[in-house]
Every structure is written in C-alpha cells, then in structure tokens.
Antibody
Framework: QVQLQESGPGLVKPSETLSLICSVS????????WSWIRQPPGKRLEWIGY???????NYNPSLKRRVTISVDTSKNQFSLKLSSVTAADTAVYYC?????????????WGQGTLVTVSS | QSVLTQPPSVSGAPGQTVTISCTGS?????????VHWYQQLPGTAPKLLIF???NRPSGVPDRFSGSKSATSASLAITGLRAEDEADYYC?????????FGSGTKVTVL
C-alpha cells in the first residue's frame, strides 16, 4: 500500500518561498509521476504540477512562473517550492501519485498539510 | 482555466439515490478524456472513488457508480448511508492540465 506524507512549515510570510516535502513509503519515486495539488479554504482542488522520476516536470500554467517541483529518489521524497507567496496561496497542500496506467488521475494521496501565508 | 461544473449540494434520505452531475466542455470531457471522482470526508484527503468514468477501485462499494456522455458525467449513490455525507469532486484532463470540478456536498437527511 502506497502511503504519502507531507511535511513543512505551516506558516509562511508574504513574499517568501513555501517549501514542502512529500515522503513516500510502500512505493518508489524511481517510478511513476508524482504530483502536488492544493485546496484553498472552501474552494475547489487545484493541480499544481507533477514530476517524473527522471526529473521531467509539468506545471499548471497559472503557477508555472513561481513553482519548482523536484525529486530525491535516494530519500524516496519529492518536494514543492512556491515563491513569492501571497495570502491567495493559503491552502491545504496535498501530494499524490499519478495513476501509472493512464496517468490521468490520482490514486494515492497524502493527508494534506495546511499552509497559511501571513505576516 | 477550464472549469468542470457541479451542483453545490444534493441531499437525500437514507436508502435513497442521489446523483451528482459534472458538466465540462469540448476541450475536456467532450474531447474524450475520462472522468474520475473523489470522495472527501470532512477533514480528510480526497479518496479515489471512480476512475475512467465507471470503474471502482478495490474496496469501494458498488453503491457508487459513474457514467459519462458527451460533455458531462454523473456519479450516482444508491442506498444512501450516513457515512456517505461528504464532498465529491469530479476530475478530468484538458490541454495538458488536470482539472477538478467545483465540488458537491452530499447531505444525508
């Protein structure tokens, strides 16, 4: 059973960089696509981007200028960096695995971590 | 950014059937991309409920069923139970982008 766990600061100041790590167990980051998704309070889910084990990435165009996703296969982790954050980036951030067959949906999710942007 | 539209809320008594619609467009559902559904219980992460329009992952009761036609899709919950009270989201693909629906809150009366 694949399990994912997000970790990182729960409070980030405006204009700074949000950094989160997703630790994967029961599966290898040396395979598959791994993704970040967020959910602002009371709003819909928003896909942020994904990374493949070889380091190739695809980002949501609305966030592309500020997002970096990387993978560390030796630690079985992947990470998210979102720069120049504002209050609009306050959300629960989830990491998830992209389904390995069609690559068109998310079959395993982390529990999520709330990140608040505030001074 | 493309939008998948869902009704904000639906409700039903225990044992009844409720249906949630997900309306897309010619660039996502209408382009042939499959629809997937997630259940989000209060305070928890989304859980895959239906994939590829109508398939259930192992462990999902057959009370949950999905369908797709043209530019829309539907999720039906038959024999509604108290534990089905949750938010439900549809999801598809559009122009190299994963897109989610606006979400529907199911209330069991």
């Amino acid at each position: 059973q694949v399990q994912l766990q997000e970790s990182g600061p729960g409070l980030v100041k405006p204009s700074e960089t949000l950094s989160l790590i997703c630790s994967v167990s029961g599966g290898s980051t040396s395979r598959y696509y791994w993704s970040w998704i967020r959910q602002p309070p009371g709003k819909r889910l928003e896909w942020i981007g994904y990374i493949y084990y070889d380091g190739s990435t695809n980002y949501n165009p609305s966030l592309k200028r500020r997002v970096t996703i990387s993978v560390d296969t030796s630690k079985n982790q992947f990470s998210l960096k979102l720069s120049s954050v504002t209050a609009a980036d306050t959300a629960v951030y989830y990491c998830a695995r992209v389904d390995p067959t069609s690559s068109l949906f998310f079959d395993y999710w982390g529990q999520g971590t709330l990140v608040t942007v505030s001074s | 950014q493309s939008v998948l539209t869902q009704p904000p809320s639906v409700s039903g008594a225990p044992g009844q059937t409720v249906t949630i619609s997900c309306t897309g467009s010619s660039s996502n559902i209408g382009a042939g991309y499959d629809v997937h559904w997630y259940q989000q219980l209060p305070g928890t992460a989304p859980k895959l409920l239906i994939f590829d329009n109508r398939n259930r992952p192992s462990g999902v009761p057959d009370r949950f069923s999905g369908s797709k036609s043209a530019t829309s899709a539907s999720l039906a919950i038959t024999g509604l139970r108290a534990e089905d009270e949750a938010d439900y989201y549809c999801q598809s693909y559009d122009s190299s982008l994963y897109v989610f629906g606006s979400g529907t809150k199911v209330t069991v009366l």
